[in-house]
């Protein structure tokens, strides 16, 4: 069965730092992955996706993934970080049968001055 | 005007009341889903419905229905309310690219 893994429920950093949010996730069959950004008091966004093509994927505000295929990971990164970017983020695998996406558990990014 | 509306966004029930929130999209989707957002266990699926005539159980349906009115309309129903239900509800659609579009989201609390 799919699953996903976010490796950090919490990850702290300092406004213009680089930040980087791992996944992992299991799959035996064709691997389409997302990741979702929820602000605080908001439903879920779409950042990015990844379905075919090119492993490196980018997306919105600024955010990339990168699709490791041997790793089995699809960690987000972003090169500087915003005060706006505070959230709460979910990697997400759709599930064997293609008819639902199984969600990590969350990390919180935080960013401060 | 938001695509994916969820109605109440904020609701206070007793044990054992029935409750229903309710789901409405404009994207002309057929697909629609139902999660529960609990603080560290990220989205969990309780039902989703591919078109009106379609209803399947996600990972923790018990304790509760759903009805699909229209191919707009998705509705949760709590029978009978209990403590642990206490959560986020989120409603999404998907026009089968496997894209997911939120609503805003219903917080339940059931005391």
């Known amino acids: 069965a799919q699953s996903v893994t976010q490796l950090d429920s919490q990850v702290p950093v300092f406004e213009e730092a680089p930040v980087e949010l791992r996944c992992n996730y299991s799959?035996?069959?064709?691997?389409?992955l997302f990741w979702y950004v929820q602000y605080p008091n908001q439903g879920l966004q779409l950042l990015l996706k990844?379905?075919?093509?090119?492993?490196l994927v980018k997306g919105i505000n600024g955010f990339e993934a990168e699709f490791n295929k041997s790793q089995t990971s699809f960690h987000l990164r972003k090169p500087s970080v915003h005060i706006s970017d505070t959230a709460e983020y979910f990697c997400?695998?759709?599930?064997?049968?293609?008819?639902?996406?199984?969600f990590g558990k969350g990390t919180t990014l935080s960013v401060s001055s | 005007d938001a695509d994916v509306t969820q109605t109440p966004r904020n609701r206070i029930t007793k044990t054992g009341k029935r409750i229903m929130l309710e789901c409405s999209q404009t994207?002309?989707?057929?697909?629609m889903y139902w999660y529960r957002q609990d603080p560290g266990l990220g989205l969990r699926l309780i039902y989703y419905?591919?078109?009106?005539?379609?209803?399947n159980k996600g990972e923790i349906s018990d304790g509760y229905s759903v009805s699909r009115q229209a191919q707009a309309k998705f509705s949760l129903s709590l029978e009978s309310a209990i403590p642990n239900q206490t959560a986020l509800y989120f409603c999404?659609?998907?026009?089968?690219?496997?894209?997911?579009?939120f609503g805003p989201g219903t917080r339940l609390t059931v005391t």
């Open positions: 999404a659609t998907s026009g089968g690219s496997y894209e997911q579009y």
């Open positions: 799959s035996s069959v064709s691997v389409y």
């Open positions: 990844y379905l075919s093509g090119s492993t």
């Open positions: 997400a695998v759709i599930n064997q049968a293609g008819t639902a996406l199984i």
């Open positions: 994207k002309g989707h057929d697909r």
């Open positions: 419905s591919f078109d009106v005539k379609d209803i």
